[in-house]
């Protein structure tokens, strides 16, 4: 199966490759435009940017693929009321993760209760047929500093349940098997018929 991958976060691409091997993705490719996403939700943003990419594929006449897969995901953070949530990606994005992370972690109140969550939403817009969404969540808690090199983003600093080390410290296959994004992509294996 051929999927085509929108999204300009290299990061994911990598995990997605990890994460279901037997889908041939391509690359969102890299003279294309900026894939758009307005939404308040994780799920309207995973499927603006899945059906823009499948418009725009189409209008270009480029080779078919069997479905257009996008993903839109982010830390929610209890103290700050959920935040940056659908926001990630932009929260403070002037500066590098390695200033980010230490900033958003500065923004919690002493004292106050330091649970969070990764949530991913993923949007398959099927070449013909109706676009869907999967989704998939991990519980946790923020490190009181960043810890770790393994990952992307926000994972220096966040510690799934049931463990002590951040997502930063942990292998990438035990992050897969717990993670927002595996959760989510264990979900879309059955309506891909994998
Ligand atoms: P695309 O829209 O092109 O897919 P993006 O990075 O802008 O790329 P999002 O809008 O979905 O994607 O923002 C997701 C952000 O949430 C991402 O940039 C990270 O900051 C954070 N994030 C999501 N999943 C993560 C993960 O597994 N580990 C660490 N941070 C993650």
């Given at each position: 199966m051929k999927l085509l991958l929108?999204?300009?976060?290299a990061h994911k691409v990598e995990e997605f490759h990890e994460l279901l091997p037997s889908i041939d993705f391509i690359p969102w490719p890299s003279d294309a435009p900026e894939i758009p996403e307005s939404g308040a939700f994780f799920q309207d943003n995973a499927l603006q940017k899945a059906t823009y990419a499948r418009d725009w594929w189409k209008a270009q006449g480029l080779p078919p693929v069997d479905g257009f897969l996008a993903d839109d995901s982010g830390i929610c953070v209890d103290a700050l009321?959920?935040?940056?949530?659908?926001?990630s990606a932009r929260f403070?994005?002037?500066?590098s993760y390695a200033e980010k992370n230490p900033l958003l972690l500065s923004m919690v109140p002493a004292g106050a209760p330091r649970s969070a969550r990764f949530v991913c939403v993923l949007a398959l817009a099927p070449t013909a047929g109706e676009p869907f969404t999967v989704g998939g969540a991990v519980e946790g808690s923020l490190a009181t500093e960043p810890r770790g090199?393994?990952?992307?983003?926000y994972d220096p600093i966040f510690i799934p349940e049931?463990?002590?080390?951040t997502f930063g410290e942990l292998e990438s296959a035990v992050k897969h098997q717990l993670s927002h994004r595996g959760r989510a992509a264990e979900a879309l294996k059955a309506p891909l018929g994998l």
């Open positions: 929108a999204t300009r976060n009321w959920g935040g940056p949530g659908v926001l403070a994005n002037h500066l090199q393994s990952g992307f983003g049931g463990y002590d080390r």
